[in-house]
């Protein structure tokens, strides 16, 4: 069963270093998504794009965020200058522009953020 | 904001069915029930979503009220591998962001 992948599992990182977080969506997919976890804490969305565009993004995704599809299987989030309070589980998710059957969200395992 | 209520935490015998109860009063006509649940510290894994008729796939039952105001999913023989976070979340078929609230978490007991 297609699954959606991200890399690296765990990143450590110093305040203030830029950090790439990358995410291969289920081939077919179209919508990609980024979320977040803060440990404890409910799942937020951070971001959706589709078409090689931001189609939304909530108060979190500020000037240090940014998204990109560079080719045609990642999807990475990009974290300018990190901060302590960045760190979290990042979790990627797909979804394929369909049928309402099929018009779910896949997330993948995660990444575990540790900011220092 | 979360537009579903569910009971924070429950406990389930391993073996027997696992009825998740939430309720959404606030549903509106076009809008869905999904369920997805979270096992410790990995993605959000769906589980099944249905309108306003019953529904069952290889890994629960959902059962919609007539009203529409409350559902239940249903695990049927529930297995210490079930042990999760299950969110019942609202959401209208194009919604692109999925919100999520804080979940049950259930416990199976050996």
């Known amino acids: 069963e297609p699954e959606v992948t991200q890399t690296p599992s765990h990143q450590v990182t110093q305040m203030g270093q830029e950090v790439i977080l990358r995410c291969v969506p289920i081939?077919?997919?179209?919508?990609f998504y980024w979320y977040r976890q803060i440990l404890g804490q409910k799942v937020e969305f951070l971001v959706s794009?589709?078409?090689?565009?931001?189609?939304?993004k909530s108060e979190i995704f500020d000037d240090q965020f940014s998204v990109e599809r560079p080719d045609g299987s990642n999807f990475t989030l990009k974290i300018r200058s990190t901060k302590l309070e960045d760190s979290a589980m990042y979790f990627c998710?797909?979804?394929?522009?369909?049928?309402?059957?099929?018009?779910?969200?896949?997330f993948g395992p995660g990444t575990r953020l540790t900011v220092l | 904001d979360a537009k579903t209520t569910q009971p924070p935490s429950m406990d389930c015998a391993e073996g027997r069915a696992a009825n998740l109860p939430c309720n959404h009063s606030?549903?509106?006509?076009?809008?869905?029930v999904y369920w997805y649940r979270q096992i410790h510290s990995q993605g959000p894994q769906y589980i099944i979503h249905?309108?306003?008729n019953n529904e069952t796939n290889e890994m629960a039952s959902l059962i919609i009220t007539e009203d529409r105001k409350s559902s239940t999913l249903i695990l049927p023989h529930a297995t210490l591998r079930d042990t999760a976070v299950y969110y019942c979340?609202?959401?209208?078929?194009?919604?692109?962001?999925?919100?999520f609230g804080k979940g049950t978490r259930l416990h199976i007991l050996p």
């Open positions: 081939s077919n997919h179209l919508y």
């Open positions: 606030t549903i509106s006509g076009n809008e869905y």
């Open positions: 998710a797909s979804r394929r522009l369909a049928g309402f059957g099929t018009d779910t969200q896949y």
């Open positions: 249905g309108l306003k």
């Open positions: 979340i609202v959401r209208a078929n194009r919604d692109d962001k999925i919100i």
């Open positions: 794009f589709y078409n090689n565009e931001i189609s939304e």
